[in-house]
């Protein structure tokens, strides 16, 4: 199982650099910025990781230059960014907020709205019964949901 963050001595391991390299790539590459952790450690993600490997393709066995290996992963990284689709963890917060938002604009949240508490005995099954509904729906998306986090 992947790893959602990895210490330089890992990445070290990995890429088969040195970390001094890495420490140097960082300030190099733009695009390298590997997040910190409460004890100021640097904590990479698979994407840095990836984009360590491209770097080193570029510069060990492309031989490009760091300036010429900088242009070409400022056009990569741009091109990257319009052709990969939303992960799909943003795509349900997307319909989740969508999916809300429907729900307050046509009214059908009322039962949680304080000022709107007041509802005859008719209006009152049916209403429970859309709630129920909704409830169901929105209890299958958190799964969903839930199963994309872990």
């Not at 960082?26 to 910025?33: A, G, N, P, S, Y």
Request: hydrophobic share 30%; glycine share 2%.
């Amino acid at each position: 199982m992947k790893k959602l963050y990895y210490s330089i001595s890992e990445v070290s391991k990995i890429t088969d650099l040195e970390q001094y390299v890495l420490r140097y790539w960082e300030t190099e590459f733009e695009q390298l910025k590997p997040a910190k952790n409460l004890a100021g450690n640097r904590i990479y993600t698979n994407k840095d990781i990836k984009l360590i490997f491209q770097i080193k393709k570029l510069l060990r066995e492309e031989k490009y230059t760091i300036e010429g290996a900088k242009k070409l992963l400022k056009h990569f990284t741009e091109k990257e960014e319009e052709e990969t689709p939303p992960p799909k963890l943003e795509i349900l917060k997307k319909n989740l907020s969508t999916r809300a938002y429907n729900l307050k604009s046509k009214g059908e949240l009322r039962l949680f709205e304080e000022n709107e508490m007041e509802l005859n005995r008719e209006d009152t099954s049916e209403t429970l019964k859309d709630l129920k509904k909704d409830l169901n729906e929105l209890k299958s998306f958190l799964a969903d949901l839930l199963e994309e986090i872990e």
